[in-house]
């Protein structure tokens, strides 16, 4: 039976990740509070949308933390905006 955690981002008990997406702090919390759905979310689609809406440059520090604090907001973890990926009418012409 997989393990479950009261989700961050979906209020509800949910499968968890089977391991922290990746080691320190960041990875711990993600283990303990979020859901293997929340981080798919992330992971497999608002995460490179993030990247791609505001050019996020993964070499560049600050643009690492802001796609860090985004992950954060997206899952529930930290309170804050999350930013806006899917909006139909960007980029069209009046």
Not at 17 to 30: M, R
Not at 43 to 54: F, R, T
Not at 61 to 88: C, H, I, T, W
Request: hydrophobic share 35%.
């Amino acid at each position: 039976m997989p393990r479950t955690v009261l989700c961050a981002k979906f209020h509800k008990e949910l499968p968890g990740l089977e391991k922290p997406p990746f080691g320190g702090e960041i990875g711990t919390k993600i283990f303990e509070r979020v859901s293997q759905q929340a981080w798919d979310q992330w992971s497999k689609d608002v995460q490179i949308k993030v990247l791609n809406e505001y050019r996020l440059n993964m070499g560049d520090p600050r643009d690492y933390k802001v796609l860090v604090d985004q992950m954060l907001r997206f899952l529930g973890l930290e309170d804050g905006a999350v930013a806006e990926v899917e909006n139909s009418e960007r980029g069209r012409r009046q």
